[in-house]
Nanobody, 127 residues
Framework: QVQLVESGGGLVQTGGSLRLSCAAS????????MGWFRQAPGKEREFLSA????????YYASSVKGRFTISRDSAGNTVSLQMNSLNPDDTAAYYC????????????????????WGQGTQVTVSS
C-alpha cells in the first residue's frame, strides 16, 4: 500500500495563491493515479483534480478549472496542486488520494474508486 502526506495549507487572502504537496511512500509511485479533493464543514467531499499514472492526462472540476493546476513529480514521489485566485469558497480541508485501479492513461474522478487517502491539510481564504 501507499502512504500519503499532504502539506502546504494555510491562511491566505482572497486572490492569493497556495501550493499543496502530497508526498507518497511505500510503493512505486508510478503505479498510482492521483487526485485532489476537498471538504468544507457541513458539505460533501468535492472532487477537484486528477492526474493519470503517466502524468500525461489531467482533469479538473469546473469550479477550479483555470485556477488550479495538478502535477506530479515521479522522481520526488509527489503530486502537487497549484492554487491561484483563491476565494473564500475555497476554504476547506484538502486531501490527496491514490488508486492503482486504473490504466496508465486514465484519470479517476470518483472518490469511491480511490483506495488511499492522506490526512488532509487545511486551506483558509480570508475575505
Amino acid at each position: 500500500q501507499v502512504q500519503l502526506v499532504e502539506s502546504g495549507g494555510g491562511l491566505v487572502q482572497t486572490g492569493g495563491s497556495l501550493r499543496l504537496s502530497c508526498a507518497a511512500s511505500g510503493r512505486t509511485f508510478s503505479d498510482y493515479a492521483m487526485g485532489w479533493f476537498r471538504q468544507a464543514p457541513g458539505k460533501e467531499r468535492e472532487f477537484l483534480s486528477a492526474i493519470s499514472r503517466n502524468g500525461v492526462n489531467t482533469y479538473y472540476a469546473s469550479s477550479v478549472k483555470g485556477r488550479f493546476t495538478i502535477s506530479r513529480d515521479s522522481a520526488g514521489n509527489t503530486v502537487s496542486l497549484q492554487m491561484n485566485s483563491l476565494n473564500p469558497d475555497d476554504t476547506a480541508a484538502y486531501y490527496c488520494a491514490a488508486t492503482r485501479r486504473t490504466s496508465a492513461i486514465d484519470v479517476v474522478v470518483t472518490d469511491r474508486l480511490y483506495s488511499y487517502w492522506g490526512q488532509g491539510t487545511q486551506v483558509t481564504v480570508s475575505s
